[in-house]
């Protein structure tokens, strides 16, 4: 049973900082795209942050560039996020996602495995 597990969610004050962590289980994520995500209650879930299989290429919102760095260690199938300088309008809940690449690992494609989140808080 293919399975993602996120850790390192809490709450903070902004300007503070979090590690977010996604394990997967069953299976490889050598070939995926990785990801994270946030929603916030009545928002739609945006795309963060995403990440090609070999960790080459990266890809941040708008919002969190220079902020949060993404990364990947795919001998622990283990995809990271760091998230520095936070910001009140970063809370939400944080979830991992992945999907097989296809031409880049953009949001623009279904991510289709996703893990049950972690909740970050950013107090002003």
């Known amino acids: 049973q293919v399975q993602l597990v996120e850790s390192g969610g809490g709450s903070v004050q902004a300007g503070g900082s979090l590690r977010l962590s996604c394990v997967a289980s069953?299976?490889?994520?050598?070939?995926?795209?990785m990801g994270w995500f946030r929603q916030a209650p009545g928002k739609e879930r945006e795309g963060v942050a995403t990440?090609?299989?070999?960790?080459?290429?990266?890809y941040y919102a708008d919002s969190v560039k220079g902020r949060f760095t993404i990364s990947r260690d795919n001998a622990k199938n283990t995809v990271y996020l760091q998230m520095n300088s936070l910001k009140p309008e970063d809370t939400g809940m944080y979830y991992c996602?992945?999907?097989?690449?296809?031409?880049?690992?953009?949001?623009?494609?279904?991510?289709?495995?996703w893990g049950q989140g972690t909740q970050v808080t950013v107090s002003s």
């Open positions: 996602a992945a999907r097989t690449y296809y031409r880049s690992c953009s949001v623009s494609f279904e991510y289709d495995t």
């Open positions: 069953g299976y490889s994520i050598g070939s995926k795209c």
């Open positions: 990440i090609s299989p070999g960790g080459s290429r990266t």
